[in-house]
């Protein structure tokens, strides 16, 4: 039971956060059009998410468990994609006034 909650868990987890972000991802990439994200928003989720990556790290360290490091690996990853996206598309409109 315990490893279910430890390892399988975060896996599920996972899929349900890789599905949020993918389709935004998407329409970031397609449209180019970001305007109605915060870029602070993304700045400090990625900060967050950074600080809990390094929690799930020493979580992995000091117990062998992995399922929280891969969830929060992804998790981060993809808040980086959409902050890069926000970052790069903003610049490239403001670029093209």
Same mark, same amino acid.
């Given at each position: 039971m315990e490893?279910?909650?430890?390892?399988?868990?975060?896996?599920? +987890?996972t899929v349900f956060l890789?599905?949020?972000?993918i389709p935004? *991802?998407?329409?970031?990439?397609?449209?180019k059009d970001v305007s109605s994200l915060s870029l602070?928003?993304?700045?400090?989720l990625s900060v967050a998410l950074g600080l809990l990556w390094t929690n799930a790290f020493m979580i992995f360290n +000091?117990?062998?468990t992995f399922g929280y490091l891969v969830t929060e690996t992804i998790n981060l990853g993809l808040a980086l994609v959409?902050? *890069?996206?926000v970052v *790069?598309?903003?610049?490239d409109k403001q670029n093209k006034k």
């Open positions: 490893a279910i909650l430890l390892e399988l868990l975060p896996l599920i +987890a890789t599905v949020c972000y935004q *991802i998407l329409r970031n990439y397609r449209t602070w928003f993304w700045v400090l +000091a117990f062998g959409v902050l *890069i996206q *790069i598309y903003r610049k």
